[in-house]
């Protein structure tokens, strides 16, 4: 099964990339928080159909303003971040494969979802059709 759950707050990168990916014979889940990707997770877990790559942002506030992405950032928002819904992700299961795929790709906070056990950090410069042409390698081995 080519399964992977997308995890961003922007609904134009879900339909974008979910587009994109579905192109790839992929099957896409979606989540639109860090706690309903976490939720998500969990229950295609517990089905038997979790999916083989976790696309996970790091900005997952809702947020517009650098403001309430700077609260966000420090754990202090309304919303869990990509870093902290990874690490939730991987305490349900430590091998779950986590990507970032954020415009914070270069930043200590890329680092943090590179701490939390994310095995891959692509730059949101990437464009879609690239980056569904690298999940699409990537999951069909």
């Given amino acids: 099964m080519n399964k992977v759950l997308l995890v961003d707050d922007e609904p134009d990168i879900h339909e974008i990339l ?11 889940e979606h989540a639109l928080t860090g706690e309903e990707g976490v939720e998500m997770y969990k229950k295609l877990h517990k089905s038997g159909e979790e999916p083989k790559l976790v696309i996970m942002d790091l900005n997952l506030s809702g947020e517009k303003g650098m403001d309430g992405i700077q609260l966000h950032k420090e754990g202090k928002g309304k919303r869990i971040d990509g870093a902290r819904a990874a690490e ?30 994310a095995k891959r950090i692509v730059k949101r410069l990437v464009p879609f059709k690239e980056f569904a042409e690298m999940v699409a390698d990537f999951v069909k081995d």
Wanted: aromatic share 10%; no cysteine; glycine share 10%.
């Fill in 18 to 28: 979910g587009i994109h990916l579905e192109r790839k014979g992929i099957d896409v």
């Fill in 88 to 117: 939730q992700i991987l305490k349900i299961n430590p091998d779950a494969v986590i990507w970032g795929y954020t415009a914070w790709s270069d930043t200590e906070w890329a680092e943090k979802l590179r701490k939390a056990g």
